[in-house]
């Protein structure tokens, strides 16, 4: 009999289990189970988005118009000129014809005083000084005294200062009580040896006599004073040159003081500030022996101030003469020298050479700049706008745009002047 074939099983298909039976001459398949492997796609689903989400976005940068930011810094010139104007206090209109500013009067007046180093040297000697008590118990009599000497009981020597007169002794309670007087004594000689602690003293003139043991002295306090070294002088130059720093110190005080009392917008520079310095005074005089001295001095200060805008409008209408047509000042370059000339207070007048100096730019239009390169490929617009004379450099920042172009769209082109 004919044997038959079924084939039921696909290719990479497995066969698990088999039931073969014969019977007579034929063969039965009997019925399998079959497991399918599963199969895995080569590009995932997950990978063909990300991939789409790419391409789109591609075209999208590619195609739409970005925003394109372009920067251009203008040639900067030096400006620079002098003009003399004349502040007045006679007018009370800015002249530009002429020259002629208005102008305001200011005064200030001060008193100041400052210790200063003596810088000289010289030996200064001094003899202590102090005071003593001298007793009489010699009578009941008063004793007058000459300038006489007393010596301690050290043995040093002192003199009295003056002629005394001791009254005599009296009795109290049966108790003798010597007639005392106090005198004011100086050393009879120089030198710190002779600052002596309280102790008694005797005078030798009565020495041999009755009187010596009877009319004698003691002191209650330290004698003082006693000196001898080396100690500052003062010296011409040392009053010349505090004259000299004290000036100054008032000139600059005062100046502070006229500034602060202006008023708004008025301006005074100091080398327009008159000063008159008076009544010089020193507490010691040349040759003086001592470390130290003050030196008092009297101040005046007299000026002319004038309006910051008076002169900036004077200034602005000036600039614009000195620089080329069609161009403006860069903001925050303009500086003004104020330098003094003459000033007559009589007349009250000033006069004030000006110095300005500035820079200068093109004042370029942005809005027509920005027409001018609608369209163009960003190479020609380099090319164009850095073939222009008055333009220094640029700066394009396009963006994540791929197109090489600036967008048609004016509002997706935004042009800036570069100042810094």
Not at 82 to 95: F, K, Y
Not at 217 to 242: C, H, I, R, W
Not at 251 to 267: G, V, Y
Not at 283 to 291: I, M, N, P, R, T
Request: glycine share 6%; charged share 25%; proline share 4%.
């Amino acid at each position: 009999m004919q044997k038959k074939f079924f084939d039921i099983i696909p290719p990479k298909e497995e066969v698990t289990e088999s039931l073969l039976t014969e019977k007579s001459d034929s063969v039965t398949l009997e019925p399998v189970a079959v497991v399918k492997e599963k199969r895995h796609s080569r590009f995932p689903k997950a990978l063909i988005g990300v991939v789409t989400i790419a391409v789109l976005a591609l075209i999208v940068v590619f195609f739409l118009p970005n925003d394109v930011e372009i920067k251009v810094w203008p040639v900067m010139r030096d400006v620079a000129f002098t003009e003399t104007v004349i502040i007045d206090l006679n007018t009370a209109e800015v002249d530009l014809e002429n020259n002629i500013i208005p102008g305001q009067i200011v005064n200030s007046e001060k008193t100041g005083s400052q210790e200063f180093s003596s810088t000289g040297t010289a030996i200064k000697e001094s003899k202590a000084e102090g005071t003593i008590t001298v007793y009489n118990a010699y009578s009941s009599s008063s004793r007058s005294l000459v300038v006489s000497r007393f010596v301690s009981a050290d043995g040093k020597l002192f003199w009295s200062t003056r002629k005394i007169t001791i009254p005599g002794y009296h009795y109290e309670g049966g108790k003798l009580i010597p007639g005392e007087k106090e005198v004011e004594v100086i050393a009879a000689e120089a030198g710190p040896e002779y600052n002596i602690s309280a102790t008694t003293f005797a005078l030798p003139a009565l020495a041999g006599t009755a009187l010596y043991t009877t009319i004698y002295a003691k002191s209650f306090s330290p004698m003082m004073g006693g000196y001898e070294g080396k100690v500052g002088q003062v010296t011409q130059d040392d009053l010349d040159n505090a004259e000299n720093i004290l000036a100054e110190k008032l000139k600059s005080e005062n100046a502070d003081q006229l500034t602060k009392s202006l008023e708004e917008d008025f301006m005074l520079p100091s080398e327009t500030i008159i000063n008159d310095i008076s009544n010089i005074k020193s507490s010691q005089l040349v040759g003086a022996k001592v470390d130290s001295f003050n030196l008092e001095a009297g101040i005046k200060s007299t000026g002319l101030a004038f309006r910051k805008s008076d002169i900036d409008d004077f200034v602005l209408a000036n600039i614009n003469l000195n620089i080329k047509q069609d161009h403006v000042i860069k903001e925050g370059t303009l500086e003004i020298e104020y330098v003094l000339e003459e000033v007559d207070l009589e007349t009250g007048q000033m006069i004030i050479r000006l110095e300005v100096s500035a820079k200068s730019h093109a004042d370029i239009d942005l809005e027509t700049l920005k027409k001018a390169i609608i369209g163009k490929s960003f190479k020609e617009t380099e090319i164009f706008l850095n073939s222009l004379p008055e333009i220094d450099r640029i700066e394009l920042n396009t963006g994540l745009s791929l197109k090489k172009t600036i967008p048609e769209d004016m509002s997706k082109v935004e042009v800036l002047l570069g100042l810094d």
